[in-house]
């Protein structure tokens, strides 16, 4: 099924620990978006790239760090986990942006737990 | 600023009541409004969008109409089911914006 998937589902991580979050979508859409999720359910923006080769802060890019590989990837680097990184992170693709009649599309999520 | 204030959850209903879940916005200019959709354990999903003054979007039941003197976006439905169960969220993208500016959600249960 066409749609944004988001790899691995779910993580455990060591405080200090690296990783990389990998985000594909497959609707040749421009704009990719990187959000987390914590209790309280509010959605915060990380990061985002418009366009293949642009990145560009969000709400809470501390601690992060992200790729646009292509068109199709965006992925999302933790050089050193920290607990307050614990969360559900989600990716998001959308066309066409500032049209004004268009939605995003998200992926599952992975739900990631640093101890 | 832009931003969307949601009525505050949690929302609990009984089955086939009526819903009805407060949207407000502040925005410059004329926004897109969209309502999301959160069901358990998954990602957002879009439940309906309208993209001008007076426009209604509808799905799967739910409706919800852009009021411009009001500011306002409420989602309505008007039998919950227990499958309706999820979490709601308001937004809005600025025309000429890159990026959609969410609300803080509004848990919903249907208890049967």
């Known amino acids: 099924n066409a749609g944004v998937t988001q790899t691995p589902k779910f993580q455990v991580l060591k405080t200090g620990q690296s990783m990389t979050l990998q985000c594909a979508q497959d609707?040749?859409?421009?704009?990719m978006y990187w959000y987390r999720q914590d209790p309280g359910m509010g959605l915060r923006l990380i990061y985002y790239?418009?366009?293949?080769?642009?990145?560009d802060k969000g709400e809470v890019p501390n601690g992060y760090n992200v790729s646009r590989l292509n068109k199709r990837e965006f992925s999302l680097r933790l050089e050193s986990a920290a607990p307050s990184q614990t969360s559900v992170y989600f990716c998001?693709?959308?066309?066409?942006?500032?049209?004004?009649?268009?939605?995003?599309?998200f992926g599952s999520g992975t739900r990631l737990t640093v101890v | 600023g832009n931003s969307v204030t949601q009525m505050e959850g949690p929302v609990t209903l009984s089955e086939e009541a009526f819903l009805t879940i407060n949207c407000t916005y502040t925005a410059t200019g004329y926004p897109s409004l969209f309502w999301y959709v959160q069901y358990p354990g998954e990602g957002l999903q879009l439940l309906l969008k309208a993209t001008k003054a007076d426009d209604k979007g509808s799905n799967k039941g739910f409706e919800a109409t852009y009021r411009k003197e009001t500011t306002s976006f409420h989602l309505e439905k008007g039998s919950v089911q227990v499958s309706d169960s999820a979490v709601y969220f308001c937004?809005?993208?600025?025309?000429?914006?890159?990026?959609?500016?969410f609300g803080q959600g509004t848990r919903l249960t249907i208890n049967p």
């Open positions: 790239s418009a366009s293949e080769g642009t990145t």
């Open positions: 998001a693709s959308s066309d066409n942006p500032g049209q004004g009649d268009y939605g995003y599309t």
């Open positions: 609707m040749n859409h421009n704009s």
């Open positions: 937004a809005l993208l600025r025309k000429g914006a890159q990026k959609l500016v």
